[in-house]
Nanobody, 119 residues
Framework: QVQLVESGGGLVQAGGSLRLSCAAS????????MGWYRQAPGKQRELVAV???????NYADSVKGRFTISRDNPKNTVYLQMNSLNSEDTAVYYC?????????????WGQGTQVTVSS
């Protein structure tokens, strides 16, 4: 079984920064795409940023220039550095990954971590 565990969420003032981490554990052979999504109250879950195994990245327009996604492949960990946060960034942030384990290739979600930006 594979698990994704997020950490690093919390309460921050507008203009501040947070760094989210997501560590994958289990009988993992490799992880291809890793990413972050978020869901604000009353809204649909949306893509924030994704990073491929080769390091190629893609960002939502709303976070370009403010957020940076990175990964540590030996640690099976993905990070999201969030700068210049504003109230519209308030949401539950979810980690997502395409994982090849010894028994399957499938997509996994973390449990989510709350990010609250106060104005």
């Amino acid at each position: 079984q594979v698990q994704l565990v997020e950490s690093g969420g919390g309460l921050v003032q507008a203009g501040g920064s947070l760094r989210l981490s997501c560590a994958a554990s289990g009988r993992i052979i490799s992880i291809n795409r890793m990413g972050w999504y978020r869901q604000a109250p009353g809204k649909q879950r949306e893509l924030v940023a994704v990073i491929a195994l080769d390091g190629n990245t893609n960002y939502a327009d709303s976070v370009k220039g403010r957020f940076t996604i990175s990964r540590d492949n030996p640690k099976n960990t993905v990070y999201l550095q969030m700068n210049s946060l504003n109230s519209e960034d308030t949401a539950v942030y979810y980690c997502n990954a395409d994982v090849r384990s010894i028994i399957s290739v499938r997509n996994y979600w973390g449990q989510g971590t709350q990010v609250t930006v106060s104005s």
